[in-house]
């Protein structure tokens, strides 16, 4: 129960990871060892597993402490799974069309002078599994490779942001216990103790 007690450090903590996870895969290179790109993903998954299924356990402990119902404390849940999924839905819409827009445009810069129309071209986008990626010449697979692996790269430039916010606002958070300690007292009122 330390970590609970401890909720702003555990999403420091989550900062943190997130943080450094993405602005490692920012770094990201075609030449990129495979080691060093699970690595960067394992520090993601940790970080963002933690921010998100740390604020279940906070959010019904605080409700529950401020006397909440056993609907309201229902609804809190309800309403901290609506902000997870729908959040990282847009996330990954948003993310998406970064790096469909960018990739389209780094492979237009690439395979300029080469005949392909738009709809080739966004065909690419899909990688090198691609009909149109496997009638390239050896070094425009290599420059259609680095086009899409610099269109990937550079979406992490919004989990950077994101991650980063985390990070501030966790140095934001109040700093507060969860539980309280219990003082024991006079019964009155049917009760033996009250929240300090």
């Known amino acids: 129960m330390l ?3 401890l909720s702003s450090i555990l999403y420091l903590a989550t900062g ?3 943080t450094t996870g993405t602005a490692l ?7 990129s060892p495979p080691s060093h790109v699970y690595g ?3 520090l993601l998954a940790i970080g963002a597993g933690l921010t998100c299924n740390t604020g279940y356990p906070i959010a019904s402990i605080k409700a529950s402490l401020e006397g909440g119902t056993t609907q309201e404390i229902n609804s809190v849940i309800s309403l901290q799974n609506t902000c997870t999924v729908g959040g990282s839905v847009i996330i990954l819409l948003i993310s998406g069309q ?7 445009a780094n ?16 065909s690419l986008v899909g990688g090198v599994g691609s009909a149109v990626f496997q009638g390239l010449d050896d070094q425009l697979r290599k420059d259609a490779v680095q086009a899409i692996t610099s269109a990937i790269s550079k979406v ?3 989990g950077i942001a994101t991650a980063g916010l985390t990070l501030v606002g966790s140095l934001l958070m109040k700093r507060e216990r969860l539980f309280k300690s219990v003082e024991a007292g006079p019964a009155s009122g049917g009760e033996s103790a009250e929240m300090k």
Do not use: H, P, W
């Open 25 to 31: 895969m920012y770094t990201v290179k075609v030449d």
């Open 16 to 18: 943190i990871l997130l």
């Open 107 to 122: 492979l237009k810069t690439v395979l300029a002078g080469t005949g392909l129309d738009d709809a080739e071209v966004r």
């Open 98 to 104: 970064i790096f469909q827009s960018l990739a389209f």
């Open 3 to 5: 970590i609970l007690e």
């Open 40 to 42: 960067y993903s394992v």
């Open 156 to 158: 992490y430039v919004l």
